[in-house]
């Protein structure tokens, strides 16, 4: 073997996706991945089992997003979330992990009020549910949060772009179109890393600057919405699987149906049983 070909099968020992090894994946591994200029997979996740399946698919870095709100508690938007609520997800999502870096999101109302807030909030994702980092909206106006999570030893990814936590206020649009607004998302992305986020979140953001971030900066960015120019793409798994009812953002690629498929199979179920044809003598005790 050469030792380009040596190298390059170290290398690929170490890829995030597709990489050997049963350790829990950390921020250093992610920041080896963006020396590599290795492109990454992120997914939501909400419960133990669904979490497993993904790890098992080899996916590296899950995010227990506030999302939760909309997919699984059957809010309008994200903000009703709790930290009781996060938690506890966020605790079930370790538990159905081995390999995958976990990553609890700060709920609306859980940061807002200053650093120690902040912090006492990302702890408690931390040493209640096992998460490896947090992630916190916001980017010049969440920097002592940010700063004084870090400080004390807690990874820490900031969201730029839409905010949905402010949805309130911006409403679910594209940000950074106006130069005034693309400068301003190019400073709070050199602000967060400056105050130690180990990665940035870009969310419904032109492709040409979401692009421009990446180069930029020195840690990775994960793009919603943002092109192909960042260094890993993000998705919430319902809308990935089709598993969600109605109209998906138009960043969202559906790799299958799981509401049919959970609808057939809920029919099938339910004809059985009426038509007499389930249990069978194989489904039942004596």
Not at 129 to 139: I, P, R
């Amino acid at each position: 073997m050469t030792l380009q070909a040596a190298q390059k099968s170290a290398d690929s020992s170490k890829a995030l996706y597709g990489g050997k090894g049963t350790r829990r994946i950390t921020v250093h591994d992610i920041a080896a991945a963006k020396e590599r200029g290795e492109k990454w997979p992120m997914l939501t996740a909400y419960d133990a089992m669904t979490a497993s399946v993904f790890d098992e698919a080899g996916i590296p870095v899950m995010l227990v997003g506030d999302s939760m709100g909309n997919t699984h508690l059957g809010y309008e938007t994200t903000v009703p979330v709790t930290m009781d609520e996060m938690t506890l997800l966020s605790a079930a999502v370790v538990r159905g992990t081995r390999r995958a870096l976990i990553i609890g999101d700060l709920p609306f109302g859980s940061y807002q009020e200053g650093p120690v807030q902040a912090l006492r909030n990302a702890t408690r994702l931390v040493k209640e549910a096992g998460v490896g980092a947090v992630k916190l909206e916001g980017g010049e106006r969440s920097l002592p949060q940010t700063e004084l999570i870090v400080q004390a030893g807690i990874p820490v990814v900031s969201h730029l772009g839409l905010t949905p936590q402010s949805v309130n206020t911006m409403g679910y649009r594209v940000q950074g179109r106006s130069d005034e607004a693309a400068h301003q998302l190019l400073k709070d992305a050199k602000a967060a890393q400056d105050a130690g986020a180990f990665a940035v979140v870009l969310e419904m953001v032109p492709a040409e600057l979401a692009a421009e971030v990446t180069r930029s900066l020195h840690i990775p960015t994960v793009g919603i919405g943002a092109g192909a120019g960042t260094d890993a793409q993000v998705l919430v798994w319902t809308d990935m699987t089709g598993l969600t009812g109605g109209k998906v953002p138009r960043f969202t690629k559906q790799y299958a149906n799981l509401r049919q498929t959970l609808g057939d199979a809920a029919k099938a179920f339910a004809d059985d049983v009426v038509g007499g044809a389930f249990p069978q003598e194989e489904h039942t005790f004596h």
